[in-house]
């Protein structure tokens, strides 16, 4: 059975840090490329960043371009999301995904999902 466990999340003020964990387990991890997604009240779901499973690729929406950075330790089974220079905007629930293929920004490319960890960051 897939299992993605998302943390780190928190109430923050604008301008702190945050990194938000997601561990994997019931996959061959080199193997699959990650995503973080987030949904705010209201709205869609929308891709924060992608991580190839080879490290080499990675995408960022430009909302959180030089403020978020992704990253993978295969050793662990664990991708990160380190958000810098938070926002109120960016409060939502931040999801992480999987699947193999090839990142994408497409959520409905995405075969398995965490159950999200909540951002608050106020102003």
């Known amino acids: 059975e897939v299992q993605l466990v998302e943390s780190g999340g928190g109430l923050v003020q604008a301008g702190g840090s945050l990194r938000l964990s997601c561990a994997a387990s019931?996959?061959?991890?080199?193997?699959?490329?990650i995503g973080w997604f987030r949904q705010a009240p209201g709205k869609e779901r929308e891709i924060i960043s992608c991580i190839s499973s080879n490290h080499g690729t990675t995408y960022y929406a430009d909302s959180v371009k030089g403020r978020f950075t992704i990253s993978r330790d295969n050793a662990k089974n664990t991708v990160y999301l380190q958000m810098n220079s938070l926002k109120p905007e960016d409060t939502a629930v931040y999801f992480c995904?999987?699947?193999?293929?090839?990142?994408?920004?497409?959520?409905?490319?995405?075969?398995?999902w965490g159950q999200g960890t909540q951002v608050t960051v106020s102003s």
């Open positions: 995904t999987t699947r193999a293929g090839g990142p994408t920004r497409n959520l409905y490319d995405y075969a398995y």
């Open positions: 019931g996959i061959t991890f080199d193997d699959y490329d």
